[in-house]
């Protein structure tokens, strides 16, 4: 299907690109389809194969402490609410043009919006540092002739290539990534359904709404960034829908074929890569999902780009964007992933409860007036909003303190304080955004008074 832009004469279409700065206006030129196929893809990772035991709620010594059932459960609840919550983020970017850090001023104010825009950079070059990682060491599976540091460079250049012209290279995602991406996914379900897998109620549930909340921590590493793409959005229901679905229904999907190799592999994650590689055809339909992997450390680069013009607003995003470009590769080439359950975990307790301070505001407070949304450099600063934001961030860190050692140790230190057990049917994700939600909502009437 040709889009409308893709119709108009070369000139207009370079005119579609993404600003160069804050001070140009964001073109409106991705479509429903254009965006659908961007969040599919970006459900469709590498990471969701090699970072499936998450959901399986492993222990202090990484062993699962859930079934596989009840892991691919946790899974499907914890993508779909992130995936509610990622449409959620997706509407303000669509509604002002704004990207997604520049939305904060209005949240925050323009000076505390800094805070968590530097948070969202430090988060965003670990995650694209993580894509190459996984790219290289997921293409020495395919083939080994080639050292370790020579992918990296590969991906970091092509990943740098892409974020130069984003909307054009969502434009190719719609039309060639996504269909083979499709055919990659059916042929291996229909490849390893086959095989004989073992039990997959073995274990308990006890755990469940720990790796339900892996799962959505992944769907929600999207959120500070989703208005950099939806403020492209023709429409706010079609930036919704696409966030929301396109993202879940891939996710979920990505998920169950991991979860169903590491059973496959008898739960041992360094083996996950095993039972795509060992069938028939495998390596072919491996390195679509290796090439296509690029498109995250794109969106990781892109969005650290735009997010550095919240700061510095005439930056130009194509110098930051190759800077950023030869930033990430230089650390995948030295680091290594370490604890990848511990980093989802801290993305989300800060994440989650900022977005329920924004949706609270943005939709039931402060957005919803005739004063609009203040994106300006000098929108007031709104510590109550800050308030909010760290009511619910203490909420997450009570329920569901991580893995990362010093970390976890002083809040249950804290936990132990309180004389507080969180149960087992917490959800350290829903509560805190609950928590933070109605904690904006009351501050913000109250100044408002």
Do not use: C
Not at 123 to 133: D, K, N, S
Not at 215 to 231: G, K, N
Not at 290 to 299: G, K, M, N
Not at 353 to 374: H, I
């Amino acid at each position: 299907m040709t889009s409308d832009v893709e119709k108009r004469p070369q000139g207009e279409r370079a005119r579609d690109e993404a600003p160069f700065t804050l001070d140009e206006p964001a073109p409106k030129v991705l479509g429903f389809w254009d965006q659908s196929a961007f969040w599919g893809n970006l459900g469709v990772s590498l990471l969701a194969f090699s970072g499936a035991y998450t959901v399986l709620a492993p222990d202090a010594d990484g062993r699962p402490t859930i079934s596989i059932m009840a892991g691919i459960v946790a899974m499907a609840v914890g993508t779909a609410l992130g995936g509610l919550m990622l449409g959620l983020a997706a509407v303000p970017g669509a509604r002002t043009g704004q990207p997604a850090m520049v939305l904060l001023r209005g949240l925050f104010g323009a000076r505390l919006s800094y805070a968590p825009t530097v948070l969202n950079i430090a988060q965003l070059v670990g995650w694209g540092t993580f894509e190459l990682i996984v790219i290289a060491d997921a293409a020495r599976e395919l083939w080994d002739g080639v050292p370790r540091w020579g992918y990296v460079v590969a991906a970091g250049a092509i990943t740098t290539v892409l974020t130069v012209w984003p909307l054009g290279s969502v434009r190719l995602l719609r039309r060639y990534v996504t269909v083979a991406v499709a055919i990659a996914l059916v042929y291996f379900y229909v490849r390893l359904v086959r095989e004989p897998l073992p039990d997959l109620n073995q274990g308990s549930w006890g755990g469940f709404w720990i790796g339900a909340d892996a799962a959505l921590a992944v769907s929600i590493s999207w959120v500070p960034v989703a208005a950099d793409y939806t403020r492209h959005a023709r429409t706010e229901r079609g930036a919704f829908g696409a966030a929301a679905v396109g993202y879940s229904v891939t996710q979920i999907v990505a998920y169950v074929l991991g979860l169903l190799a590491l059973a496959l592999v008898a739960g041992d994650s360094g083996r996950i890569f095993d039972p795509f590689l060992g069938a028939s055809l495998g390596v072919v339909f491996f390195a679509v999902f290796v090439l296509r992997e690029a498109d995250q450390s794109f969106a990781d680069t892109y969005s650290t780009a735009v997010s550095i013009q919240n700061l510095f607003p005439r930056a130009d995003r194509r110098v930051l964007s190759v800077a950023l470009g030869i930033g990430i590769t230089v650390l995948a080439l030295v680091l290594d992933i370490g604890d990848y359950a511990g980093f989802l975990s801290l993305i989300g307790s800060v994440f989650v409860p900022m977005l329920g301070v924004l949706a609270a505001d943005f939709f039931l407070g402060r957005g919803r007036g005739r004063a609009g949304w203040d994106v300006s450099r000098t929108a007031p600063s709104r510590w109550g909003m800050i308030a909010a934001w760290a009511a619910g961030f203490v909420v997450y860190q009570l329920v569901n303190p991580g893995t990362v050692a010093r970390w976890t140790e002083f809040w249950s230190g804290v936990r132990d304080a309180l004389h507080f057990t969180p149960q087992t049917w917490m959800s350290a994700s829903l509560l805190s955004f609950l928590v933070a939600g109605v904690a904006a909502l009351l501050i913000g009437r109250l100044t408002k008074r």
